[in-house]
């Protein structure tokens, strides 16, 4: 069987969308390429594939970045050695969706990885004050805590919640190929219902699911649609 992280999930385009990101970016992310005659390596890729599918690793890799790029700013090229560090100390090839570096003494390779990139400070997202305790700081705190692992310690990231973990929507690559869903059903879907004129009561009984459960659902969705326009 292919390791989860592995599988295809979305091409390019639909990923784009479901991470709120341009196509173009999500792709110089994915295959590199040149600008102004030099050829610039890929950030969730060792080489460059000419695939236009990507795996669900690269999408829980690329929430990551997206998280740091817009929240702090952080240079494409100091992410780009921060997380080719983490992958060849690691020997994986989606390190941000393995649960090690996030936990217990594997957060040490945050901090390694940090002053290999030359983050200053301030970019960290790992710091270590003087109690000795390595804590995560808030871009990584926000990823993190939309992401849920298979195992504490060594396992990989099997779920994204994309609207925070209070919200039912959850991407999850074993249930409707990934598309974002509650319960099982596509907020796509419940909220395609509303705009055709069904009322949120009758599309909550029609796919037996909580008020909530659909106006999570409608938010999510609309939220989408901002976010793109």
């Given at each position: 069987?292919?390791?989860?992280?592995?599988?295809?999930?979305?091409?390019?385009?639909?990923?784009?969308?479901?991470?709120?990101?341009?196509?173009?970016?999500?792709?110089?992310?994915?295959?590199?390429?040149?600008?102004?005659?030099?050829?610039?390596?890929?950030?969730?890729?060792?080489?460059?594939?000419?695939?236009?599918?990507?795996?669900?690793?690269?999408?829980?890799?690329?929430?990551?970045?997206?998280?740091?790029?817009?929240?702090?700013?952080?240079?494409?090229?100091?992410?780009?050695?921060?997380?080719?560090?983490?992958?060849?100390?690691?020997?994986?090839?989606?390190?941000?969706?393995?649960?090690?570096?996030?936990?217990?003494?594997?957060?040490?390779?945050?901090?390694?990885?940090?002053?290999?990139?030359?983050?200053?400070?301030e970019l960290w997202a790992c710091v270590e004050p003087h109690t000795g305790v390595m804590l995560l700081t808030h871009p990584a705190e926000s990823f993190l805590e939309r992401?849920?692992?298979?195992?504490?310690?060594?396992?990989?990231?099997?779920?994204?919640?994309?609207?925070?973990?209070?919200?039912?929507?959850?991407?999850?690559?074993?249930?409707?190929?990934?598309?974002?869903?509650?319960?099982?059903?596509?907020?796509?879907?419940?909220?395609?219902?509303?705009?055709?004129?069904?009322?949120?009561?009758?599309?909550?009984?029609?796919?037996?699911?909580?008020?909530?459960?659909?106006?999570?659902?409608?938010?999510y969705e609309n939220h989408q649609l901002r976010s793109a326009a």
């Amino acid at each position: 069987m292919q390791p989860l992280l592995d599988r295809p999930l979305y091409d390019e385009t639909l990923a784009a969308q479901v991470l709120k990101l341009s196509p173009s970016t999500l792709h110089w992310w994915l295959e590199g390429g040149i600008r102004n005659g030099r050829f610039y390596e890929p950030v969730l890729r060792r080489t460059p594939t000419g695939q236009h599918v990507v795996t669900w690793g690269e999408v829980v890799e690329a929430r990551y970045l997206r998280e740091y790029r817009r929240t702090l700013g952080v240079r494409l090229s100091k992410l780009r050695v921060f997380i080719a560090y983490l992958r060849d100390e690691l020997d994986v090839p989606y390190p941000l969706a393995s649960a090690r570096p996030w936990v217990g003494a594997g957060r040490r390779l945050f901090v390694d990885a940090q002053m290999r990139a030359d983050l200053p400070p301030e970019l960290w997202a790992c710091v270590e004050p003087h109690t000795g305790v390595m804590l995560l700081t808030h871009p990584a705190e926000s990823f993190l805590e939309r992401v849920e692992f298979d195992d504490d310690q060594e396992g990989f990231v099997v779920r994204l919640w994309p609207a925070g973990r209070e919200s039912p929507v959850v991407i999850d690559p074993e249930v409707r190929f990934g598309t974002p869903s509650v319960r099982g059903i596509p907020t796509e879907v419940l909220a395609e219902q509303v705009v055709a004129g069904d009322s949120i009561e009758s599309v909550s009984a029609d796919f037996n699911l909580d008020l909530t459960d659909v106006i999570a659902a409608l938010s999510y969705e609309n939220h989408q649609l901002r976010s793109a326009a």
